[in-house]
C-alpha cells in the first residue's frame, strides 16, 4: 500500500486544504499519516478526522526579537531528529507540506531520507516556513498564478486552492434552521480567521443595531471571544469556532465578511459569496492578506476595506453597497472553477510514488 505524510499546522489554513486532499487519496487506496505539534491546532482538527497522528518538537522562526528565538533553533534541529526516524519507520512514498512551522523539520527530515516532497503556497508571496523549505522541495504547488514569480524557476506549478469537497454540499434549510433564521432576510457571516480577530468583532458588536434592521448575522468570533450579552438578541447567533455545520451556514450565507487568508477566500469563491476582506494590516502582519486581497478586487470578486479604515460606518458602507452590487459580484465569481485542482495535484503524488 502506497504512504503518504501531511504535515502543516499553527493554524486552520495549514490544515484544511490538507483535508481536501486526503479523503481522495484514501479513495485511492492510500496509507496516510499526519506529523504535527504537541499543541496546535492541528492535533484536534486531523484526531478528529481519525488519521494517524505523530507529534515533534516544533519551535517558531521569527523576523522579530524575542528571547524565545535562542531556544527555538534547538527545538527545531530536535524536531528534524524526531521526524528523521519517524520517516524512515512509516516508509513513506511522498510528503506533503502545507506549511507553517511544524512543517520545517518535517521536509528536510524528508529530504535527508531521499522522499519527494510537495509543498503548497497559499498566499502570492511565501511564509517565513515556506522560504526555508523551498530548497528541500520537489515542487511546489501555488494558488495564485502571480505566486510564481516568487518562486525558484521550473519548481512551481500553478494549480490553485484544493478545496474541500464537503464545505460544498451544505443545506441551506439546514442551516438556517440551524441558525434558527428566517428565511425571509439575507444572511450575513462574518469571520476573523480561526483566532479570531479582535478589531473586526468590536465594530461588528458596534454596528449590531443597524446591521439587524435588514440582516441576520453570522459571528464566527474565535476562542474567548463570545459576548455573552448578546446571546438573546434575535436574529445574531455567535460562535468560538464552527466545524461539522459550516457547510450548512455557508449554504444559508448571502455574504460574507471575512479576513483574506488564501484558503478561505477560494472556498467562498468557489461558493460564490460576494465579499467584503478585511486583511490582516502590515503591522501584524507579513503583508500576505493585503496582497490576497488585492488580487480578488481586482478579479471583481470582493471589496476590500483596511483595518485602518475600519469604524462602525465604513462598514455600514460597505456591507450596503456589497450586497446591492451582490448580483455583479456573482457574476464574475462564475467564470473561477476549483474542480481541476485536486486532480492535477493528486497526479503529481501518483507519478512521484512510482
Same mark, same amino acid.
Given at each position: 500500500?502506497?504512504? $503518504?505524510?501531511? =504535515?502543516?499546522?499553527? *493554524?486552520?489554513? %495549514?490544515? =484544511?486544504?490538507? +483535508?481536501? !486532499? $486526503?479523503?481522495? !487519496?484514501?479513495e485511492g487506496g492510500w496509507?496516510? %499519516?499526519?506529523?504535527?505539534?504537541? =499543541? #496546535?491546532?492541528?492535533?484536534?482538527? $486531523?484526531e478528529k478526522e481519525g488519521i494517524p497522528y505523530h507529534e515533534i518538537s516544533s519551535g517558531k522562526l521569527r523576523r522579530y526579537f524575542d528571547m524565545k528565538n535562542f531556544k527555538d533553533p534547538f527545538l527545531v534541529m530536535k524536531g528534524v531528529a524526531e521526524a528523521y526516524f519517524l520517516i524512515r519507520k512509516l516508509k513513506p512514498d511522498v510528503i506533503f507540506s502545507k506549511g #507553517?512551522?511544524?512543517?520545517?523539520p518535517v521536509v528536510i527530515a524528508g529530504w535527508m531520507n531521499r522522499i519527494p516532497v510537495f509543498l503548497h503556497e497559499s498566499d502570492i508571496t511565501p511564509g517565513l516556513a515556506n522560504k526555508i523549505a523551498? @530548497?528541500?522541495?520537489?515542487?511546489?504547488?501555488? =494558488?495564485f498564478e502571480e505566486a510564481i514569480k516568487h518562486l525558484p524557476a521550473g519548481k512551481a506549478v500553478h494549480t490553485g *486552492?484544493?478545496?474541500?469537497?464537503?464545505?460544498?454540499? #451544505?443545506?441551506?434549510?439546514?442551516g438556517l434552521r440551524y441558525l434558527g433564521f428566517t428565511s425571509t432576510k439575507p444572511v450575513i457571516t462574518i469571520m476573523g480567521g480561526s483566532l479570531g480577530a479582535k478589531r473586526i468583532n468590536e465594530t461588528v458588536r458596534e454596528a449590531l443595531p443597524q446591521? +439587524?434592521?435588514?440582516f441576520q448575522i453570522v459571528h464566527l468570533c474565535g476562542k474567548g471571544n463570545r459576548d455573552e450579552s448578546l446571546n438573546e438578541v434575535k436574529g445574531y447567533q455567535q460562535f468560538e469556532y464552527v466545524s461539522d455545520e459550516l457547510p450548512d451556514i455557508m449554504a444559508a450565507t448571502d455574504m460574507v465578511i471575512s479576513r483574506a487568508g488564501s484558503n478561505a477566500i477560494f472556498e467562498f469563491l468557489t461558493l460564490q459569496k460576494p465579499m467584503i476582506l478585511i486583511p490582516l494590516p502590515k503591522a501584524s502582519s507579513r503583508g500576505d492578506q493585503i496582497l490576497n486581497a488585492?488580487?480578488?478586487?481586482?478579479?471583481?470578486?470582493? @471589496?476590500?476595506?483596511?483595518?485602518?479604515? +475600519?469604524?462602525?460606518?465604513?462598514?455600514?458602507?460597505?456591507?450596503n453597497e456589497v450586497y446591492g452590487?451582490?448580483?455583479?459580484?456573482?457574476?464574475?465569481? @462564475?467564470?473561477?472553477?476549483? *474542480?481541476?485542482?485536486?486532480?492535477e495535484i493528486i497526479e503529481y503524488i501518483e507519478k512521484a510514488s512510482k
Open positions: 500500500m502506497k504512504t $503518504i505524510v501531511f =504535515t502543516g499546522g499553527g *493554524s486552520a489554513g %495549514h490544515v =484544511t486544504p490538507n +483535508l481536501a !486532499l $486526503i479523503p481522495k !487519496l484514501q496509507n496516510i %499519516h499526519y506529523i504535527g505539534s504537541k =499543541t #496546535g491546532i492541528e492535533k484536534d482538527i $486531523i #507553517g512551522f511544524v512543517s520545517v523551498i @530548497r528541500f522541495a520537489t515542487k511546489i504547488f501555488v =494558488t *486552492s484544493p478545496i474541500r469537497e464537503d464545505i460544498l454540499k #451544505g443545506n441551506r434549510e439546514s446591521l +439587524l434592521e435588514m488585492a488580487a480578488f478586487e481586482k478579479k471583481g470578486y470582493c @471589496r476590500v476595506l483596511q483595518e485602518e479604515q +475600519l469604524t462602525e460606518a465604513s462598514l455600514l458602507q460597505s456591507v452590487y451582490r448580483l455583479r459580484y456573482k457574476e464574475n465569481m @462564475r467564470g473561477y472553477s476549483a *474542480s481541476s485542482c485536486l486532480k
